[in-house]
């Protein structure tokens, strides 16, 4: 029985490869009221002006009545039909006295600014509004991402980088969908592309999608500084704060991270996320971004390497991190539960509260716990031979000892270091008291645990002859 919604979802997206819509926010269009300084479109008895030194492309609608209009040296207006301009002397009810209003500067708005794209797994969801979550590196195009103008708009984008050109899948805009290399150069150095595009590198179309379903490194890497340049972190208040590869701030949540083998699809996998946990009541306000990252890790902490590609899901919400970590349990039982299906190998997490997924892979653990136990007994060892030199321990006063004690020319090994103690298999009360007499007093104490380790003093022998440490 298909009864699970995740299950009958895994079956229609079988072969669904990963590439995400971006869509760019603003828009320089006139209509558009946030792209007037006083708040609102200039009506018949306002004055629109428009910055003299500023080129812009402004898209318009409808027709709109206007006192006086200011154009730009260098701009232009897209028209769609029937819109347009007039003069009049009447009026407009509810237009007021008038005001001079001015177009906004859209000259800042840069193309590797995370806060002006939105993400969709389909142009569908982009139009319904549903968008995904991603970490600041591929909140902006990835090289094999669709990027998306809104239709009936225009815009002005920076898009200067530190490399020569920012690849992506396809541009579209104005409504028509650029990929090909060689048109779309034509399209930016064009009188819109220009006024459109502008910057030190240029965007190019062309590049190959994404072909392996479980998914592509989205490439913005080399950009990581100039997009971090553009974000300004919240403050986060969590014990041990978070930072997911990708993103720019740390973060209070959850990172899971999800192992896959053949067959694993990240957009179903997204898909399926969302479809059993993400559209629950409780989890209404988290947010969670799904990506392909290639963690670099420290073996044994020290020699770097780079570790095979694996899924972290970065999982935030507004409650310092506690549904987050509610859902990356959910997420982790179904991956244990139905991993063989999904191609999931295994699966972990690591929260900001300090709580994380039990590892029952103690192999690494076992190591580390040995390491740990080795030093800290180096360090006590060390410890004690420097308080003992220092005097500030003494070693209980031994009568087997007692003729080393005050001797100068002996060494401290031979010294106060040599830990004689009582066995009491060799109990004083069961020694003979002649034996004393015979074997002189080492005979009290024949187990010596020195530095170099326990010797014995074999009462046959000379003590110089035994004691090879003195
Ligand atoms: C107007 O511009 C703002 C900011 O650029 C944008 O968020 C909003 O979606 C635009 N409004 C419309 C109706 O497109």
Redesign the pocket.
């Known amino acids: 029985m298909l009864s699970r919604p995740g299950v009958l979802l895994l079956l229609c997206l079988v072969g669904a490869v990963d590439a995400l819509y971006k869509q760019w926010?603003?828009?320089t269009?006139y209509?558009?009221?946030?792209?007037w300084d006083k708040g609102d479109v200039p009506c018949s008895s306002d004055r629109a002006h428009f910055p003299a030194q500023r080129k812009v492309s402004v898209f318009v609608e409808t027709t709109h009545a206007v006192q006086e209009m200011r154009l730009p040296v260098e701009g232009e207006f897209i028209l769609l039909s029937g819109a347009g301009f007039y003069v009049t002397s009447e009026g407009e009810p509810g237009c007021g006295a008038g005001v001079t209003t001015n177009f906004k500067d859209s000259e800042g708005l840069r193309w590797f600014d995370p806060a002006l794209w939105q993400a969709a797994a389909t142009l569908n969801e982009l139009q319904q509004g549903n968008f995904l979550f991603s970490v600041h590196e591929e909140s902006v195009p990835c090289q094999y991402d669709d990027v998306v103008f809104?239709a009936l708009?225009s815009f002005r984008v920076d898009t200067s980088s530190s490399q020569p050109s920012s690849p992506v899948h396809t541009v579209s805009l104005l409504g028509k969908v650029f990929n090909s290399p060689s048109e779309f150069s034509q399209y930016l150095s064009s009188h819109s592309g220009h006024l459109q595009f502008h910057g030190s590198s240029a965007i190019t179309v062309g590049n190959p999608s994404c072909d392996d379903p479980s998914g592509c490194d989205c490439g913005n890497s080399v950009n990581h500084e100039q997009i971090c340049s553009m974000v300004t972190c919240a403050a986060v208040s969590c014990k041990k704060p978070l930072l997911p590869v990708g993103h720019c701030c740390e973060v209070c949540g959850v990172i899971a991270t999800i192992h896959y083998s053949a067959g694993f699809n990240l957009q179903t996998y997204r898909e399926r996320i969302r479809h059993l946990f993400l559209i629950l009541p409780q989890y209404k306000s988290v947010q969670l971004g799904m990506s392909k990252v290639s963690k670099s890790q420290r073996f044994m902490g020290i020699i770097p390497f780079i570790a095979s590609p694996e899924i972290q899901v970065v999982i935030l919400d507004k409650e310092d991190g506690r549904q987050s970590e509610a859902l990356a349990w959910d997420i982790l039982k179904d991956a244990r539960s139905h991993g063989s299906n999904l191609g999931i190998t295994g699966a972990e997490f690591q929260a900001s509260s300090g709580n994380s997924s039990d590892q029952s892979d103690g192999g690494a653990g076992l190591v580390v716990g040995v390491v740990f136990g080795v030093l800290l007994m180096i360090t006590l060892i060390i410890i004690m031979f420097v308080l003992i030199r220092k005097g500030h321990v003494r070693l209980p006063p031994m009568p087997s000892l007692g003729r080393f004690r005050g001797s100068s020319e002996l060494p401290a090994l031979g010294g106060p270091l040599d830990h004689g103690f009582d066995n009491p298999m060799f109990d004083k009360p069961h020694m003979p008291p002649e034996d004393n007499g015979l074997y002189g007093n080492e005979t009290n104490n024949s187990i010596h645990l020195t530095q170099t380790g326990v010797h014995f003093m074999n009462p046959v022998y000379d003590e110089s002859e035994t004691d090879f440490n003195a």
């Open positions: 926010i603003p828009d269009n209509e558009n009221k946030t792209n809104k708009s």
